[in-house]
C-alpha cells in the first residue's frame, strides 16, 4: 500500500469527522454566539485572558500533542498498521475529539471550573478527593513514560571497542545539546517578549532565529550522555518546570515548540507525498498480522483487546486532555463557537499526527522493527518510536534535497520535544494535584501563605515537586515498554471517567448525552481489563523471581496498577450513582461570575453597542483580536 494514498483517506475522513460530527455536537449542545465567555466576564491578567481562537487552539495543540500519538501507534503495530489506523481515525473523531470538547464545553458553561471542581459540583466532594489522587498516581506513570523514551532516544551508543560509537550517537547528541539549551533559551525569549512587548511578527522572527541558532550550536557540540545520565537531566529540568512560575519557562517553550511541530508536520507531509509520486513510500509493514502472530503475542500476554486500544492512547483518546481543556484553554476562550475549532479540531490534528507515526513506521518497516519489541534487524539505524518516526521523516526530508545529518538532528529534537512539552505540562499538573488534594475547596495550590505545620509540608511546592519526581523516577526504570500498558490504561480510565462526568452534566443541565454513553462503556471495560492484566502480570513476575529489579520496578508498577483501579472503581462507582438518581434538567449552567478587570472591559465593550453600531459579544471579539 502506498503511504501517500492511505494519508490522503485518513485527512480526509478527519476532516469530514470535524465538519460533520463536530458540529452537529455543537448544535446539539447549544452554542452562543453572543455569551460572554468566562474568560471575558472573569479577566483577571493571570488565568483568566480572553484570546484569539488562534492563539488558543496553539496552547491546546502545543499541550496535548505530547509523544503519545507516535508512540502509542507505532508500539501497536505489533498487530498489524490497519487496526491502529481505523482507530485512531474512528477513535480520535467519536472518542477523544468528543471527549476533549466535552471537558472544555462544560468547563467554559461552569464559569471556566477544572475537572475536579466539575466532578466536586456534580458527583461529591469525596469524589473530587479521590479523583485527584488518581490524577497524581497517573501522572507519576507519564512522567516515568516519557522520561523513560527521551533519555532513551538522547543516549550515547557504545561500539564493540567500550567507547562511545559518535557516528551512531551523533544525531541523539545534537538533539540532547538543543534540548538543553532550549530551556535557557525559552526563558530568555519570554522575558525578552514581555520586557519588548513582542508579538505578531516580530514574536515569530525572532523564535525562528533562536531556533536555528540553537540548532547551529547543537550540531557543533553535541553532548554524549548514557542512559542513566540523561534521566539525571530530565528530572533536574522537571524540578524547574514544575515549580517556576509558568509564564517563565512554560509559556515561552510551548510557543517555540509549536513552531517546531508546524515544521515536523509539514516535513513529514511533504516527504511522503514525494516519496509516494515517486513510488518509494510503499508500506512494507503487514496490513494485519497472521494468526500465528496474534497467537505468539497472546502467549506473552499481549492480546489484541485491550492492548491495540491502550498502546494508541493519545492518538484517539487521552484523559489528560481534559486536564488542558477545563484547566487552561476554557480560561482562554473569548467566544463560544471557537470552542470548536479549540476542543475538536486540536485532537484531530493530533489524530492526524497518529496518522503520519503510523504510515512512516510501515515504510520504514523494512529497516527497523516496529513490532513493540524495541529490538533491530539488520542494518537498522532505530529502536525508540521516536527513533523511527525522526528517522523516517528524515528520510522523507532527504528526497527533497534536505541534508541527511541535519534532518535526523532535526527530527530526533522534534519528536524528542513532543514528549518534554507534555512531560512539563504533567509534571505541573501532578504537582498541583497532590497539594489540592490537602487543600479545601477553593484554596489555591500556588498561594502557601499561613501554612505551618504538617499542611504546610505536604502542601510546600519544592515538596510536593520533588516527591512526585522521586516517584516517577523510580519507575522509570522499568522501561516505557512496560510502562506503556499502564500509562495507556491509566489515561484512558481518566477519560472514561470524564465522559461519564461529562454524561452527568448533559444530564443535570437537560442536554443530550447519548453519544457519551458507549465510548463510556468501552473504556471502562478497556480499561480495567487491562489494567487487571498489568497487575496479573507483576503478580507472575514477582512469584518467579522476587529480586531487588523486580521488585523496584514489577513490585512497583503492581501497587500503581491495583490503587489504579481501586481509585477507578470508586470514582466510576459514584459517578454512576449520580447519573442514575439525577434528575433531567435539575441544574441549569451556573450564574455568570464577574472579576472587577472583566466589569470594566466589558462597559468599554458595550459603550458602542449603545449606539447600535455592534453587539458587545462582537465588540469583545475584536477587542481580543478573535
Not at 438518581?581 to 472587577?596: F, I, M, Q, R, V
Request: hydrophobic share 55%; proline share 3%.
Amino acid at each position: 500500500m502506498n503511504g501517500l494514498i492511505v494519508i490522503i483517506v485518513a485527512a480526509v475522513a478527519l476532516i469530514i469527522g470535524y465538519i460533520a460530527y463536530g458540529r452537529w455536537m455543537a448544535r446539539t449542545w447549544g452554542i452562543d454566539r453572543n455569551a460572554l465567555t468566562p474568560a471575558v466576564r472573569m479577566e483577571d491578567g493571570k488565568d483568566f485572558t480572553p484570546s484569539s481562537r488562534f492563539s488558543v487552539f496553539a496552547h491546546q495543540f502545543s499541550s496535548i500533542c505530547g509523544a503519545g500519538p507516535v508512540t502509542g501507534t507505532i508500539v501497536a503495530m505489533m498487530f498489524g498498521w490497519l487496526p491502529v489506523l481505523l482507530w485512531v481515525i474512528v477513535g480520535g473523531v467519536f472518542f477523544g475529539a468528543v471527549h476533549d470538547f466535552g471537558a472544555l464545553y462544560a468547563s467554559v458553561k461552569n464559569n471556566g471550573k477544572s475537572l475536579g471542581l466539575l466532578i466536586e459540583k456534580y458527583i461529591g466532594r469525596t469524589g473530587r478527593r479521590l479523583f485527584l489522587l488518581f490524577i497524581w498516581l497517573f501522572c507519576c506513570i507519564v512522567i516515568a513514560a516519557f522520561t523513560s523514551m527521551v533519555a532513551g532516544t538522547f543516549k550515547m551508543t557504545i561500539g564493540e571497542a567500550g567507547t562511545i560509537d559518535v557516528a551512531k550517537s551523533y544525531a541523539a547528541g545534537a538533539a540532547g545539546t538543543i534540548s538543553i539549551l532550549f530551556t535557557f533559551v525559552a526563558v530568555a525569549f519570554g522575558w525578552a517578549s514581555r520586557r519588548f512587548k513582542l508579538a505578531g511578527a516580530r514574536q515569530l522572527a525572532l523564535a525562528i532565529v533562536l531556533i536555528a541558532l540553537m540548532f547551529a550550536l547543537g550540531m557543533a557540540f553535541p553532548l554524549y550522555l548514557s542512559l542513566n545520565g540523561w534521566i539525571a537531566v530530565v528530572m533536574v529540568y522537571l524540578v524547574f518546570a514544575s515549580a517556576v512560575p509558568i509564564q517563565v519557562l512554560k509559556q515561552p517553550r510551548d510557543y517555540l515548540t509549536t513552531i517546531m511541530m508546524v515544521a515536523m508536520i509539514a516535513c513529514a507531509v511533504v516527504g511522503i507525498f514525494v516519496m509516494g509520486v515517486n513510488g518509494r513510500a510503499t508500506m512494507t509493514a503487514p496490513m494485519v498480522v497472521s494468526s500465528q502472530t496474534l497467537s505468539a503475542l497472546a502467549a506473552k500476554g499481549n492480546y489484541l483487546f485491550p492492548l491495540l486500544f491502550v498502546s494508541v492512547a493519545c492518538g484517539a483518546l487521552s484523559g489528560f486532555h481534559s486536564l488542558v481543556s477545563s484547566g487552561t484553554s476554557s480560561k482562554q476562550i473569548a467566544r463560544e463557537p471557537d470552542m470548536l475549532s479549540v476542543g475538536f479540531g486540536a485532537m484531530v490534528l493530533e489524530s492526524f499526527v497518529g496518522v503520519l507515526a503510523v504510515v512512516v513506521a510501515g515504510i520504514m518497516f523494512g529497516d527497523m522493527n516496529t513490532s513493540g519489541t524495541g529490538a533491530l534487524n539488520v542494518g537498522g539505524a532505530a529502536s525508540t518510536p521516536f527513533q523511527i518516526f525522526a528517522a523516517g521523516v528524515a528520510r522523507g526530508m532527504g528526497t527533497v534535497g534536505i541534508d541527511a545529518t541535519f534532518s535526523t538532528v532535526f527530527m530526533t529534537m522534534n519528536v524528542s520535544a513532543l514528549a518534554l512539552t507534555s512531560l512539563d505540562a504533567v509534571a505541573r499538573v501532578a504537582r498541583t494535584s497532590f497539594q489540592e488534594f490537602f487543600l479545601k475547596t477553593g484554596d489555591a495550590a500556588s498561594s502557601e501563605t499561613g501554612r505551618t505545620g504538617a499542611m504546610g509540608v505536604v502542601t510546600n511546592t519544592w515538596f510536593a515537586t520533588i516527591l512526585t519526581l522521586i516517584v516517577g523516577c523510580a519507575l522509570t526504570f522499568g522501561g516505557y515498554l512496560n510502562i506503556w500498558p499502564l500509562f495507556g490504561a491509566s489515561n484512558q480510565l481518566l477519560g472514561g471517567m470524564t465522559m461519564i462526568t461529562l454524561a452527568v452534566f448533559c444530564k443535570a443541565t437537560g442536554r443530550k448525552g447519548f453519544m457519551l454513553y458507549v465510548p463510556v462503556a468501552f473504556l471502562l471495560a478497556c480499561t480495567f481489563t487491562s489494567l487487571a492484566m498489568s497487575a496479573w502480570g507483576c503478580v507472575v513476575a514477582l512469584a518467579a523471581g522476587p529480586t531487588l529489579e523486580v521488585l523496584s520496578t514489577k513490585g512497583l508498577q503492581l501497587v500503581f496498577a491495583v490503587l489504579l483501579m481501586v481509585l477507578g472503581i470508586i470514582v466510576t462507582y459514584n459517578c454512576l450513582k449520580e447519573f442514575f438518581t439525577t434528575k433531567a434538567g435539575s441544574l441549569p449552567d451556573e450564574d455568570p461570575e464577574w472579576s472587577e478587570l472583566g466589569h470594566r472591559h466589558v462597559a468599554e465593550a458595550e459603550a458602542p453597542a449603545e449606539g447600535g453600531q455592534e453587539t458587545l459579544a462582537s465588540a469583545e471579539a475584536a477587542r481580543t483580536g478573535a
